[in-house]
């Protein structure tokens, strides 16, 4: 069965403070890691997706990278409209999960000025 | 681009209601279109897939009668939530993807939908 663990569940920092959100995954193959942005009351916005280890993507301040068996979206000097949750989602490559995303809790970002 | 609707945004009404969502790619054909349910403070919950023209396929334990899901053209999904319960309250949100089953694009998501039956 995938699993996808987000970590921290929630992060709290200043303006200018740079940190990183983790996900981590188990699938049997992936042929995709998804990153999206929800803000509260919406739907998720695509940042990125990631297809094979050593991949990397960047937006803005946002960087997303991909290993074997995580991903880290880092943030460089955030701004408080950074404030959101953040969801990853893997997409199997087989199994009864085969064509469909499989969705981590997400972390809770919330940047103070 | 990949811009995605979906409508109302917010509905109230009262239980043995049947209530219609919408959603629609507005710039781009979506082969396929998904339909998920979240609860507050938690991930989304795939409901069913669906692919043009043809019929939903509904995850393990959702009700197909009580979910009815169309999908008759390449822009837009519907989805009516027949005879509503207050149990039925929720947030729904669809999504949109080109490509069939084995399609590793992204899906874009419409803004929601909040349901709430009394």
């Known amino acids: 069965e995938d699993q996808v663990t987000q970590s921290p569940e929630a992060l709290r920092l200043q303006e200018g403070e740079s940190s990183s959100l983790n996900c981590s995954y188990t699938v049997s193959g992936l042929r995709g890691l998804f990153w999206y942005r929800q803000d509260p009351g919406k739907g998720p916005e695509f940042l990125f997706t990631?297809?094979?280890a050593g991949e990397e993507k960047e937006k803005e301040r946002l960087k997303a990278t991909l290993t074997k068996k995580e991903s880290f979206l880092h943030i460089t000097a955030p701004k408080p409209e950074d404030s959101a949750t953040y969801l990853c989602?893997?997409?199997?490559?087989?199994?009864?999960?085969?064509?469909?995303?499989?969705f981590g809790q997400g972390t809770i970002l919330t940047v103070h000025p | 681009g990949a811009v995605v609707s979906q409508h109302p945004s917010r509905v109230i009404c009262k239980s043995g209601t049947s209530v219609k969502i919408e959603c629609r790619s507005l710039d781009f054909q979506a082969t396929t279109m998904f339909w998920y349910r979240q609860f507050p403070k938690k991930s989304l919950m795939l409901m069913a897939t669906s692919n043009e023209g043809s019929k939903a396929t509904y995850e393990q334990g959702v009700e197909k009668d009580k979910f009815l899901i169309n999908h008759a053209s390449l822009t837009l999904s519907t989805l009516t939530v027949t005879s509503a319960h207050p149990e039925d309250s929720s947030f729904y949100i669809c999504?949109?993807?080109?490509?069939?089953?084995?399609?590793?694009?992204?899906?874009?998501f419409g803004d929601g939908t909040r349901l709430s039956i009394l």
């Open positions: 999504s949109a993807r080109l490509g069939t089953t084995g399609s590793n694009q992204p899906q874009h």
């Open positions: 989602a893997v997409l199997n490559a087989g199994g009864t999960s085969y064509g469909k995303l499989t």
């Open positions: 990631l297809y094979s």
